[in-house]
């Protein structure tokens, strides 16, 4: 009986000011796949940008066992095999791998260590217990405990900082290739990137190659990766050949990659020139013929100029934002003295990889369990859902989830009348190892998680069966569902649609009336 809306947000901010923003309720027969099982019809309909990607292969990922991600770790290496055929000349211009034994020994490292910190600050009291008797190190404990202070009218955010980079990243000293020039150095073995491969053409021009979703043969278009070796003025060209959807909003969108400079201004900000985007010619030494579908890949090249020496710089498809930063600003609203009244945190469940999914509970002191989330007091008071990142390529959702729970647990007079009127059921991140492990749009099994809510499986899809198992029980009155958008500009919505003359055609209607009666954005 409720109503369930799927939020939108364009991939970025684009170049024209006060381009207007669309708003859509979805009609009978449109594509309902992406919605949660309130909406979905099995007999969807017009196709969708979306299905572009139902045509990719997955790998059987029915073997996997213990809960544990070395057994059931992102085969990356078998991806790229499958996908991309080997370099005819590997000693001639190829600069990074990231499959190759060192690296991806490092990348294996970065997984235990996110795994290890995240139990150690989860919201599962046994989590937290097991992690104190059996961790060595608790090196991170003060940076992912940031609390606001005293001062609840400060920004969380202010406190917090920005999603930056890593800073302990190892990158392999600069190749020399053949010219006797050397060449940049590049990784992407940290959290939530994506590369996979590097080969240098000239000292000035680099083609690359994303990798592929976990236990998929496709889903290349996040990126996110750090390069060093650069000196002041050094004009350099990035090529990424196997972009797989056409019609982004790169070239003549307006949009451009983000950047991060050590040495710079320290924050991710819009950069490079010279952008294109268009079809990727045949590269035989690089990409094999497409047998999945016709469609072509595309190329994303952009230009950098360094404008210091050395350094390191990051690049990313969008605004980063991790799961570890999630679970930093979650410790600061638990943590703060105003918000921690109104919130309540826990584990949803354990995702593939056995990461902690967080579930937020949010509402006035009197209807929420002591201490931790578990069940509101009141199970018929009406309840509000708000799910994001269920599509790990898609963190600009993350970050209006982020300025959602900053305000709704806030001093603002909506935010209180909000907490009045309903509870309020978050989770902020539906899919924390697509994040973790860079994905652009699946899980460790290699599906989309936002496709299984009719029939999730317990283990391959544990985040959609646990919240469906939450639900139970409950009076959910809206459902409001967190999305980035790739091809269009503006904020908008997609709703569920009934039968020609069914009222309920008008309760869906009415949240994006609102939005857009109250917000000019809209």
């Known amino acids: 009986g409720g109503n369930a809306i799927a939020f939108v947000s364009e991939a970025e901010e ?52 213990g809960g544990n991600f070395m057994d059931f770790i992102d085969h990356y290496q078998d991806g790229i095999n499958t996908y991309l055929v080997q370099l005819e ?67 969380f955010s202010a406190k917090l900082g920005p999603c930056a980079p890593p800073q302990d990243v190892h990158f392999e000293p600069p190749n020399v290739l053949s010219d006797g020039k050397s060449r940049l150095s590049f990784t992407s073995c940290f959290e939530s990137g994506n590369l996979g491969l590097v080969k240098s053409d000239t000292q000035n021009s680099y083609t690359l190659l994303l990798d592929c979703d976990s236990n998929t043969a496709g889903y290349t278009q996040w990126f996110y990766f750090g390069v060093q070796g650069g000196f002041a003025g050094l004009k350099v060209q990035f090529k990424i050949i196997n972009m797989h959807k056409a019609g982004l909003l790169f070239g003549s969108g307006g949009m451009r990659p983000v950047v991060w400079s050590e040495k710079g201004s320290k924050s991710w900000e819009r950069a490079c020139s010279d952008i294109q985007f268009y079809p990727t010619e045949a590269r035989p030494d690089l990409l094999p013929p497409r047998t999945v579908d016709k469609r072509k890949f595309q190329t994303l090249s952009f230009t950098y100029t360094f404008l210091r020496e050395d350094g390191t710089v990051f690049f990313a498809y969008h605004y980063p934002y991790t799961y570890s930063y999630l679970n930093k600003f979650i410790s ?23 990461l902690p999914c967080e579930v937020l509970e949010i509402s006035d002191p009197e209807f929420l369990g002591a201490t931790e989330a578990g069940a509101f007091r009141d199970q018929q008071r009406p309840v509000a859902v708000v799910t994001s990142r269920v599509h790990p390529g898609e963190p600009n959702a993350s970050w209006m989830m982020h300025g959602f729970l900053q305000f709704i647990c806030s001093m603002a007079p909506e935010a209180r009348a909000l907490r009045s009127a309903c509870n309020w059921l978050i989770i902020p991140m539906l899919n924390p190892d697509g994040v973790v492990h860079g994905n652009y749009r699946t899980g460790l099994a290699g599906m989309d998680l936002n496709r299984q809510f009719l029939h999730p499986h317990r283990r391959l899809h544990p985040t959609v069966w646990a919240l469906k198992e939450r639900l139970k029980g409950l009076k959910v009155d809206l459902y409001l569902d967190l999305h980035g958008h790739s091809k269009k500009e503006g904020i908008f919505l997609y709703g569920g649609g009934f039968a020609p003359g069914d009222e309920r055609n008008a309760d869906v209607r009415l949240f994006p009336r609102l939005c857009a009666m109250g917000s000019e954005d809209f």
């Open 14 to 65: 684009t170049k024209h000011e006060g381009a207007t923003a669309a708003m859509a309720s979805e009609e009978p027969g449109e594509d309902r796949r992406d919605a949660p099982e309130y909406m979905q019809n099995e007999d969807s309909g017009d196709e969708s940008e979306d299905d572009v990607y139902q045509d990719f292969d997955r790998r059987d990922s029915m073997g996997f066992g």
């Open 89 to 155: 000349e590997r000693n001639k211009g190829l600069v990074y791998e990231k499959h190759e034994h060192g690296e991806l020994m490092r990348w294996h490292g970065v997984l235990r260590e996110i795994t290890r910190r995240t139990r150690e600050h989860s919201g599962d009291p046994e989590d937290r217990e097991d992690s104190r008797l059996n961790s060595k190190s608790s090196c991170s404990s003060k940076s992912s405990s940031a609390s606001v202070g005293d001062g609840a009218a400060k920004s």
């Open 332 to 354: 600061t609203l638990t943590s703060h003295p105003y918000a921690s009244k109104f919130i309540r945190r826990a584990t949803l469940c354990k995702t593939v990889s056995g």
